[in-house]
């Protein structure tokens, strides 16, 4: 057998060393000789200036297992820490907004809940065109712009925040901003799924999206602590801004220096449009705005939630330094979302779905009856439980997306290929996860709504309540009902 090593080596073209040596980045082409049991050649990897590389193939084994590897781990490392400080950024408005009294900033409920819910409508909103972008300017030239955008609104909150002067609309303004993190959840996860072969990718994107979703937990955590130290019993409220901007420039700067553009990366317009007339997509955004929606939503009024009906365990004092609870909430969530998909490819996405909706219909109700109590224990364990739900729920409903969309599409049933079938997907994931996004804002105004209404949450409460119910239902007989007649699998 001949095996043929080539890297370019353009005028102009310097590799990383990451890139240019050892046997996982050079890469290798093989042709099949007389006697040799090889029939197809592995594409030459070429490595050209800007960090792009040509000739990418992750579903041939030997360029996968040479070079394609080591390469797509790299970049999916240095996409999780983009994408973690996005979702940091986007969820940091609702842990800023319970500490603006203490601040002097004297905005009522209404306006509190309008800077909890703007991240999340301009977020969704991006997550549209975030998902082109990366067959437009390259993954790793997207996620260094993608990581420098956050600094506008990080440095924007911080400046705001230092004023009670601050006008309303100019904090709203710069909440809004906070939707650039938001968005990035949209082009990271576009940017891998181009990395990963078939059988590996689930894996990479259920690590990609849960290593994202932690960035809430983390921001709810981090941001008390940080804005108590050495602030002599006051908040020094800035530094919830200027305290990510050290990690944004460390994310841009990896990315510029450890990810890579793929040539092959196509944007995909046609089946964009396709997939959105295609009714299991609109069905699929309905059930991931119950799940997602109801995580990235609870995670944005949690801090607010325990302050109004628990007010002394807002801040949990811890020596010098400040404690919110809250962060336990979507962390939760964010660790139960990769079981929820593993429970999927075992006992089908549309029944760990149906049982997700169920268990958080229960959970609400029981949290209802049980507030008069004034037990904050239960209550944290109860929406404790409630953030568990809907990580598994998002599991579950991100799983069964490229199934339907394989065996029960309307493309599928009238005979498309496997790889036309599999376009669909891709893009109507795109298209759910934004949708799905518009659920952290209807949730906040929701509940915003209730209060202005009848000065409690409760009614808001009871709606979800029978959002899940009626969610359930559509999942039952969209899926579950249909699976069991139709012997249609683990849907």
Same mark, same amino acid.
């Given at each position: 057998?001949?095996?043929?090593?080539?890297?370019?080596?353009?005028?102009?073209?310097?590799?990383?060393?990451?890139?240019?040596?050892?046997?996982?980045?050079?890469?290798?082409?093989?042709?099949?000789?007389?006697?040799?049991?090889?029939?197809?050649?592995?594409?030459?990897?070429?490595?050209?200036?800007?960090?792009?590389?040509?000739?990418?193939?992750?579903?041939?084994?030997?360029?996968?297992?040479?070079?394609?590897?080591?390469?797509?781990?790299?970049?999916?490392?240095?996409?999780?820490?983009?994408?973690? #400080? /996005?979702?940091? +950024?986007? &969820? @940091?408005?609702?842990?800023? $907004?319970?500490? *603006?009294? !203490? %601040? =002097?900033?004297?905005?009522?409920?209404?306006?509190?809940?309008?800077?909890?819910?703007?991240?999340?409508?301009?977020?969704?909103?991006?997550?549209?065109?975030?998902?082109?972008?990366?067959?437009?300017?390259?993954?790793?030239?997207?996620?260094?712009?993608?990581?420098?955008?956050?600094?506008?609104?990080?440095?924007?909150?911080?400046?705001?925040?230092?004023?009670?002067?601050?006008?309303?609309?100019?904090?709203?303004?710069?909440?809004?901003?906070?939707?650039?993190?938001?968005?990035?959840?949209?082009?990271?996860?576009?940017?891998?799924?181009?990395?990963?072969?078939?059988?590996?990718?689930?894996?990479?994107?259920?690590?990609?999206?849960?290593?994202?979703? #932690? /960035?809430?937990? +983390?921001? &709810? @955590?981090?941001?008390?602590? $940080?804005?108590? *130290?050495? !602030? %002599? =019993?006051?908040?020094?409220?800035?530094?919830?801004?200027?305290?990510?901007?050290?990690?944004?420039?460390?994310?841009?700067?990896?990315?510029?220096?450890?990810?890579?553009?793929?040539?092959?990366?196509?944007?995909?317009?046609?089946?964009?449009?396709?997939?959105?007339?295609?009714?299991?997509?609109?069905?699929?955004?309905?059930?991931?705005?119950?799940?997602?929606?109801?995580?990235?939503?609870?995670?944005?009024?949690?801090?607010?939630?325990?302050?109004?009906?628990?007010?002394?365990?807002?801040?949990?004092?811890?020596?010098?330094?400040?404690?919110?609870?809250?962060?336990?909430?979507?962390?939760?969530?964010?660790?139960?979302?990769?079981?929820?998909?593993?429970?999927?490819?075992?006992?089908?996405?549309?029944?760990?779905?149906?049982?997700?909706?169920?268990?958080? %219909?229960?959970?609400?109700?029981?949290?209802?009856?049980?507030?008069?109590?004034?037990?904050?224990?239960?209550?944290?364990?109860?929406?404790?439980?409630?953030?568990?739900?809907?990580?598994?729920?998002?599991?579950?409903?991100?799983?069964?997306?490229?199934?339907?969309?394989?065996?029960?599409?309307?493309?599928?049933?009238?005979?498309?290929?496997?790889?036309?079938?599999?376009?669909?997907?891709?893009?109507?994931?795109?298209?759910?996860?934004?949708?799905?996004?518009?659920?952290?804002?209807?949730?906040?105004?929701?509940?915003?709504?209730?209060?202005?209404?009848?000065?409690?949450?409760?009614?808001?409460?009871?709606?979800?309540?029978?959002?899940?119910?009626?969610?359930?239902?559509?999942?039952?007989?969209?899926?579950?009902?249909?699976?069991?007649?139709?012997?249609?699998?683990?849907?």
């Amino acid at each position: 057998m001949t095996v043929d090593r080539t890297v370019d080596a353009a005028p102009g073209n310097s590799l990383d060393l990451d890139d240019a040596a050892g046997p996982a980045a050079v890469a290798t082409s093989a042709s099949a000789q007389p006697g040799s049991t090889r029939t197809t050649d592995t594409p030459v990897l070429e490595f050209r200036p800007g960090r792009w590389i040509a000739n990418w193939d992750a579903e041939n084994k030997e360029q996968w297992e040479t070079a394609g590897r080591s390469i797509a781990r790299r970049n999916l490392n240095w996409s999780i820490f983009a994408e973690f #400080l /996005g979702f940091v +950024v986007w &969820q @940091l408005w609702s842990i800023v $907004v319970v500490q *603006l009294p !203490a %601040a =002097g900033f004297t905005f009522s409920t209404s306006e509190i809940f309008w800077l909890i819910s703007m991240p999340s409508l301009v977020g969704a909103t991006l997550r549209i065109p975030y998902t082109f972008m990366v067959p437009r300017f390259g993954g790793r030239n997207w996620t260094i712009v993608s990581a420098l955008l956050l600094l506008i609104p990080s440095i924007g909150l911080a400046l705001c925040v230092s004023n009670p002067e601050t006008p309303f609309g100019v904090m709203l303004l710069v909440a809004a901003l906070a939707g650039f993190g938001g968005g990035n959840f949209a082009s990271s996860m576009a940017n891998i799924t181009f990395f990963y072969p078939a059988r590996e990718k689930g894996w990479a994107l259920g690590l990609n999206a849960a290593g994202g979703n #932690l /960035g809430a937990a +983390v921001a &709810q @955590l981090a941001v008390p602590i $940080v804005i108590t *130290l050495l !602030a %002599a =019993g006051t908040v020094n409220l800035p530094m919830a801004g200027w305290m990510w901007v050290p990690f944004i420039l460390l994310a841009a700067f990896g990315a510029s220096k450890y990810m890579n553009n793929l040539t092959s990366a196509k944007g995909d317009v046609a089946g964009s449009v396709a997939a959105l007339k295609e009714p299991h997509l609109w069905v699929m955004a309905l059930l991931y705005i119950g799940t997602f929606g109801s995580f990235i939503g609870f995670a944005g009024v949690f801090p607010k939630l325990i302050k109004d009906y628990f007010p002394a365990f807002s801040s949990i004092g811890v020596g010098t330094v400040a404690l919110s609870l809250a962060f336990l909430g979507p962390l939760v969530g964010s660790l139960a979302r990769p079981y929820g998909g593993r429970m999927a490819d075992r006992m089908g996405g549309a029944r760990m779905t149906v049982a997700a909706f169920a268990s958080m %219909a229960v959970i609400t109700l029981t949290m209802i009856w049980t507030l008069p109590l004034k037990n904050f224990w239960l209550f944290l364990v109860l929406f404790l439980m409630l953030f568990t739900a809907s990580g598994f729920g998002n599991g579950a409903t991100y799983r069964m997306i490229p199934v339907i969309f394989a065996t029960s599409s309307r493309a599928a049933r009238s005979g498309a290929s496997s790889q036309a079938t599999q376009r669909l997907a891709s893009s109507a994931l795109g298209l759910i996860s934004a949708i799905g996004a518009y659920g952290g804002f209807v949730i906040p105004q929701v509940l915003n709504a209730s209060n202005t209404a009848s000065g409690s949450y409760t009614p808001a409460f009871y709606g979800f309540v029978g959002a899940y119910a009626v969610m359930l239902v559509v999942c039952w007989a969209c899926y579950l009902r249909k699976a069991n007649r139709n012997a249609m699998g683990h849907v």
